[in-house]
């Protein structure tokens, strides 16, 4: 393994560690104040495709490497990171990995929330954009990121119904979310 795949490798993962910490925390502590979970989400598979699709562009690249764009490549990934940490951030205790509502709660509309609807997920794409690029995986790159981007559509589309839900349950209008 060479140095390059060795450093990205660590560029990748050593933030996905800490992200799922503080995710797997914040999970626990919605799941104490009230947050519910909706059915129909996807993060079973996403927890899967996430990492592996980081994986499959970086062993691509490692195996040919000839067209790695790695300055452009890492310029996207940082700004991707900068914007979703910018959404932790705003979102404090309420980000986690899974789709979490707590009914009542208004929606954060601070941070990049206020020009985006789902900033963390276009992170997310730029993350596998960035690392893409910085690998080389003219296969694998395309490939997962057009994966990843259809498991992320489907949870938008199950974060967005709960949270609608979730709005108007806060209005008085029950507390169960019925089949999404």
């Known amino acids: 393994m060479t140095a390059h795949t060795v450093l990205l490798l ?5 933030p996905m560690l800490i992200e799922a910490s503080i995710a797997a925390r914040n999970e626990r502590g919605q799941r104490a104040r009230g947050g519910v979970e ?3 989400d996807v993060y079973g598979i996403m927890r899967v495709a996430y990492p ?3 994986t499959a562009m970086v062993a691509e690249g490692a195996w040919d490497a000839a067209h790695a764009w790695l300055s452009t490549g890492l310029a996207v990934f940082v700004v991707a990171k900068m914007l979703k940490w910018w959404a932790i951030a705003a979102l404090g205790p309420a980000w986690t ?3 979490i509502v707590r009914p009542g709660v208004p929606l954060v509309a601070s941070g990049p929330y206020r020009f ?6 276009v992170a997310v794409a730029g993350e596998l954009l960035g690392v893409a690029l910085m690998s ?3 296969v694998f790159g395309p ?3 057009l994966m990843f981007w259809g498991l992320m559509l489907k949870r938008i589309a199950v974060e967005d119904r709960a949270l609608e839900l979730a709005r108007h349950e806060s209005q008085g209008a029950g507390t169960s979310f019925p089949d999404l």
């Open 136 to 138: 080389g995986a003219r």
């Open 97 to 99: 990995f899974r789709v």
């Open 116 to 121: 985006l609807r789902h900033p963390n997920y």
């Open 10 to 14: 660590a560029l990748i993962f050593v």
């Open 143 to 145: 490939l997962m990121t």
């Open 38 to 40: 909706p059915p129909g």
């Open 52 to 54: 592996v699709a980081f």
